[in-house]
């Protein structure tokens, strides 16, 4: 039976991936935080279900309950889940044109393409498998020590929130890879990838804060409010990691049945209790907006990669 060349590279890659002392350390800091965040969540639940077993939807604060000192599971994963990606994928091209290894395998009878996507794809497959892990095996725990049955509806939300996790970090991943592609050091493409990550982390909102009080509308009506709010969120939703807040709000809080045109009415919406909580669809259907904006952002990023990537001229090194 004949293999494809392209799954030969994505194999190859996968590998690569996972002998790899860089893809060990990044996902032990991911799985010590994570697991750090679970047990005192664990304890949060342990303590709600004693006082009222009628809670609804309680075996999804496994990934949303702190205690004010760990972040929850959501948040360490919003965080650091674009570490991962940009870790894989900020040498994808620049070590092998470097190393020469790239005008090798390119003199093979394997068309261009075939690298940058077996590099995405193969990227794409690590963190899928390790996230997927990660999340069941926070479930398993939870099942174990709590003993509180999961219903298919919380397995819905929690499968579909890791498929957005990996969407999330699909993005940075493409991000990096970009980097990989437009320079020809590694380290410059990882400094690159860090700084746009802290910048949407840490600096962009206070960058919109900074905005909305200069932009602040002088006269108070109904109109203008409803303008200057419109702008802001517009602004904030340029932010991969606010897309993906939202997203996950949806999902992993039932409760919330809107994202509200105000800057902090998302953040509100986390203490709303709605007398009937959203069904799995209804919830996907009121962040599709910010579901479909994700996954754009993430095809936009990998056609310009690949769109520099096979317009480069390659040279073997003597």
Request: net charge neutral; with cysteine; charged share 10%.
């Amino acid at each position: 039976m004949t293999v494809s060349p392209f799954w030969v590279l994505v194999r190859k890659e996968v590998a690569d991936y996972l002998h790899s002392w860089r893809f060990y350390i990044l996902m032990g800091i991911i799985m010590l935080t994570c697991l750090g965040s679970l047990y005192t969540a664990l304890s949060g639940i342990s303590n709600a279900a004693s006082a009222d077993a009628r809670i609804e939807f309680l075996f999804l604060r496994l990934f949303t309950v702190s205690n004010g000192t760990v972040p929850s599971f959501l948040s360490f994963i919003t965080f650091l889940g674009p570490l991962l990606g940009i870790g894989l994928g900020f040498d994808a091209i620049n070590s092998e044109r470097n190393k020469g290894t790239l005008s090798r395998i390119l003199a093979q009878p394997v068309p261009r393409d075939y690298v940058i996507n077996a590099k995405f794809m193969a990227g794409l497959l690590v963190i899928g498998a390790a996230f997927f892990a990660l999340g069941f095996l926070v479930m398993g725990l939870g099942i174990i020590v709590t003993g509180i049955e999961l219903s298919f509806e919380e397995f819905l939300r929690i499968v579909a929130y890791l498929a957005m996790s990996l969407v999330y970090v699909a993005f940075w991943l493409n991000l990096a890879i970009l980097f990989s592609v437009l320079f020809k050091q590694p380290a410059t493409a990882a400094l690159a990838g860090i700084a746009v990550w802290l910048f949407f982390s840490i600096f962009y909102s206070m960058i919109i804060e900074l905005a909305a009080n200069a932009l602040a509308p002088g006269e108070v009506t109904l109109d203008s409010i409803l303008s200057f709010e419109s702008t802001i969120m517009f602004l904030m939703r340029l932010s991969p990691a606010h897309l993906f807040s939202e997203v996950t709000t949806t999902l992993l809080y039932p409760t919330v049945n809107t994202l509200g045109s105000s800057v902090l009415a998302s953040q509100q919406q986390y203490f709303m209790i709605p007398e009937t909580p959203l069904s799995f669809t209804q919830s996907l259907l009121v962040s599709w907006p910010q579901v479909t904006a994700m996954i754009a952002a993430t095809l936009i990023c990998f056609a310009i990669s690949y769109y520099i990537f096979m317009r480069q001229e390659i040279r073997s090194r003597s």
